[in-house]
Every structure is written in structure tokens, then in C-alpha cells.
């Protein structure tokens, strides 16, 4: 089947590759598989089906970079890129993917930077797809733990006094609340107006400011993962640095207020999006 799939030219034979049939399955079974983990299933069949076999990456960044070997070190990303396409052609849960696509493209990361590229295939099943169909706080907090998303939005170097807001003002602007409910540079927290009562999530702050993201890059000074630095294991897990963390008083937003917002302050971004996957 592999060589079917992988020597097929639509010039040369108009009808698709053959696939594996589904008998004996009815509509409705099929619809709700993914849930019970069908389509983490389907996915381990595409790549041992379709996808060619590929050495496990064993050495270590080190080695990479003293071997020069740097297709070695994308080789996760490459072959994610390659299950995209035979996925959303061949796969049988095509919401499943667009749902798939659209959290890729909203927790966005480069797939090719050094830390992203062989974590790859562990950002596209234990974040992404682990937790599309489930909790988005959960999903918040997979994002924050991930070497991959820290790496790629430096909060992995972030560390006190100098910190870095380049994460914290993600998380606001586009993770969360979204660039909509930026109120500007002028405000300070306390000018921040609340939604009214009355309306979903009464009291709470209407959107944010440049003091929420300063106060919540402090509080992630020394948030980071091992790789092997500053007295960390070499093993691609959340790491704290307690001597780079901002020890004075922060007022700062919650995870948890961030992960359940109403609807009058989520991002429009968003909304649009869901608009055309389920178009």
C-alpha cells in the first residue's frame, strides 16, 4: 500500500490510492471515535501505512550541532509535515483535522527552530491534538509547559531583573483576550473598566493593558524547560530557575481567569476562524 500510495501520480491514474475499507462500521460510530481516541488511532496507521519508516532520533542537540547533522534534528518536523497532507486527503474524521489545523495556527509555533523540530511529533499529539476536543484551560496549560512554545516565544530565557515580555504578551493578545481588547499604553490596571453586572463575568476587567503584560512577564521570570543549562536536566520537561525569578509583589492575571472568559471579550480572531471551519 505504501508504494501505491507514495508512486501515485494524479497525471498518470486519475482514481485515488486504495485504502484499508472500514466494514462492518456505521456513520455514527465513526462520528464519535475520535473521542474515544480514534483518531490518535488513525494517526499511528497513516504513519505506519503510509509514511516511511524512519530511524528514531537518539542523539542529542549537542551531537547535532557538533555533527552539523541538521536535517537529523528536523526529521519530526518533516515527517508532521508530511502526515498533515496524508491526513486531511485520506483521513476519515476531516473535522477532526480542521479542528487540528485551527489550534496549530492558533497556539502558533516555528516548527523548524531548534527546540520545536524534534519535539514536534510530542506538540502535535500531547498538545494539540490531546487536548482540541477537551478542556482549553488544559490546553493553556499544555502550551505553557511545552520546550517547543517556550523556546519560540523566549520565555525560556526569561529572567529577572531584565525579564522578557515576549510570552506573557502573547498569551494576552493572542492565545486569550486577543488584540482587540488591547486598551492601549495610557491605562494603568486600576483604569481598566469591568463588565457591567448583569452580563457574563460581571466585575471582571473588559480587556487588558501594557501593566497586565509587565506584571505577568515577571511572574514568569524562571519558568523554562531542561535542556541541559543553568543546572537544568537534559530532558525537555518544565523547569523552574528559582534564581532568576522576580521575588517582589506582582499583580498579575490568572491562568485560570484567562482560560474562562465570556464571549464579549474573546478574541475575534478566533471567531472568525470557527466561522470558516465550520463553514
Not at 75 to 92: D, K, M, N, Q, T
Not at 226 to 232: C, F, L, P, Y
Request: glycine residues 8%.
Amino acid at each position: 500500500m505504501q508504494e501505491e500510495l507514495l508512486h501515485h501520480r494524479p497525471e498518470r491514474d486519475a482514481r485515488p490510492p486504495r485504502l484499508p475499507p472500514r466494514l462492518g462500521r456505521r456513520d455514527h460510530e465513526i462520528a464519535e471515535e475520535p473521542a474515544r481516541g480514534g483518531a490518535c488511532r488513525e494517526r499511528e496507521d497513516v504513519r505506519r501505512s503510509v509514511l516511511p519508516a524512519v530511524a528514531p532520533v537518539q542523539r542529542t542537540h549537542a551531537g547535532v550541532a557538533a555533527d552539523d547533522d541538521r536535517e537529523l534534528l528536523r526529521l519530526p518536523s518533516r515527517e508532521g509535515e508530511r502526515a498533515v497532507f496524508v491526513r486531511a486527503i485520506y483521513g476519515h474524521w476531516q473535522l477532526v483535522e480542521q479542528l487540528a489545523d485551527f489550534w496549530h495556527n492558533h497556539f502558533n509555533i516555528y516548527g523548524y527552530d531548534r527546540y520545536a523540530a524534534p519535539t514536534w511529533t510530542s506538540w502535535d499529539r500531547d498538545v494539540i491534538r490531546k487536548n482540541m476536543l477537551g478542556n482549553f484551560r488544559q490546553m493553556l496549560q499544555a502550551t505553557f509547559e511545552a520546550p517547543a512554545m517556550l523556546y519560540f516565544l523566549d520565555n525560556y530565557i526569561n529572567r529577572a531583573p531584565s525579564f522578557n515580555e515576549n510570552y506573557a504578551r502573547e498569551i494576552c493578545e493572542l492565545h486569550t483576550l486577543g488584540a482587540i481588547n488591547y486598551l492601549g499604553p495610557e491605562l494603568q490596571q486600576a483604569d481598566v473598566p469591568l463588565i457591567p453586572a448583569g452580563e457574563d463575568g460581571a466585575g471582571q476587567p473588559i480587556g487588558y493593558v501594557d501593566a497586565d503584560v509587565y506584571e505577568m512577564a515577571r511572574a514568569l521570570t524562571g519558568w523554562t524547560f531542561g535542556n541541559g543549562q543553568n543546572g537544568t536536566a537534559y530532558d525537555g520537561h518544565p523547569a523552574f530557575i528559582t534564581a532568576w525569578h522576580d521575588i517582589g509583589q506582582k499583580t498579575a492575571t490568572d491562568m485560570d481567569h484567562l482560560a474562562r472568559l465570556p464571549a464579549p471579550i474573546t478574541s475575534t480572531r478566533r471567531r472568525n476562524k470557527w466561522r470558516r471551519t465550520i463553514a
